[in-house]
């Protein structure tokens, strides 16, 4: 059912175990009873109850992850059947006029970072296609990857590409892969990243979002909810630090803000959504766990 992961993903250092309960702890329970319902919440007390949830930390790259990570089969059992699919649909679809003219700015700021319009655009991770299909209408070359069954039909349905990155056409292929929410839940981080850096063009864009754990990870405060740590969802937690630390050991480094501020004077836009969204890149960029990375070899 679980794989042990004993070393930090990122360097490889031991680490120290900061928190260990079992899986039926009442906390857990009511975070499972209240975000998955009691149905499932019974099924996985059954299933994985006696198991050990263990959180380990990495005091170099001040990074948290779960020691034991669901084996393959049980995480797309868990997200094909255990988190109730159609649920999960409705919220992705609740998208408000804030949102989309967010989206349009992101896209705009692509655009004219790469100074071009025409750009290869990947939602990794694209879950249920909401991203794609807002940006879809600005941007002719978008494609998705999906690891459950069930939203990778839905984007099929929705006239999006699903590709397969083993498919040697996409090396090198992409000016942007947005990566939203989507790090935190992988087990295999250096696998992901290794297939990251084949498919992105070199001085190219990876747009990524994570849940900020700064205050678990600086104060070691573990809530057992809906967050940064998450049992059985988020297996990894980061803060601005390690998530840097992650992609400078890779080739990336995140963007400057002086490379913000060019790019912002190309868009030419200067109403109140645009500066915000700026505004909001410098802030995350310096702060925060959502980055823009640049591909630098
Ligand atoms: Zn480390």
């Known amino acids: 059912m679980f794989l042990g992961q004993n070393n930090c993903k990122i360097c490889s250092s031991k680490g120290v175990e900061v928190f260990k309960t079992k899986f039926d702890n009442k906390e857990i329970l009511n975070f499972f009873n209240s975000e998955y319902g009691e149905k499932t919440s019974n099924f ?6 006696k198991k050990n949830f263990i ?30 699919p159609m649920d999960s649909l409705e919220k992705s679809r609740n998208v408000n006029i804030l949102q ?17 319009k025409n750009l290869n655009i990947l939602d990794f991770g694209a879950g249920w296609g909401t991203w794609l299909i807002c940006i879809k209408k600005n941007c002719q070359s ?19 590409k699903v590709i397969n990155l083993k498919n040697k056409k996409y090396n090198n292929y992409f000016h942007v892969v947005r990566l939203e929410q989507v ?8 696998g992901i990243i290794f297939d990251l850096k084949k498919i992105i063009k070199k001085g190219g864009i990876l747009s990524i979002g994570v849940p900020n754990g700064k ?21 990894n937690c980061f803060n601005n630090k390690s998530l840097k630390i992650l992609l400078g050991k890779n080739g990336f480094k995140s963007i400057s803000v002086f ?10 836009r200067f109403d109140y959504h645009n500066i915000r969204y700026i505004l909001g890149l410098i802030k995350n960029s310096l702060l925060s766990t959502k980055i823009n990375f640049i591909k630098i070899k």
């Not at 790090?183 to 250096?190: D, F």
Request: proline fraction near 3%.
């Open 215 to 235: 205050y678990e990870i600086k104060k070691e405060i573990i809530k057992l909810k809906k967050g940064p740590i998450q049992p059985l969802e988020h297996l």
């Open 100 to 116: 989309k003219k967010y989206f349009e700015n992101e896209i705009n700021f692509f655009q004219n970072f790469h100074k071009k």
């Open 183 to 190: 790090l935190e839940h992988i087990s295999n981080l250096k």
């Open 142 to 160: 978008v494609f998705a990857t999906e690891f459950s069954s069930i939203r990778k039909k839905h984007l099929m349905k929705n006239n999006i």
């Open 44 to 49: 996985l007390k059954k299933k994985i109850g």
């Open 259 to 268: 490379e913000i501020i060019t790019t912002f004077l190309r868009t030419k």
């Open 55 to 84: 959180l380990k930390k990495c005091s170099v790259c001040q990074f948290i992850w779960q020691k034991n990570i669901p084996k393959s089969f049980f995480l797309k059992q868990l997200y094909d059947k255990i988190i109730d």
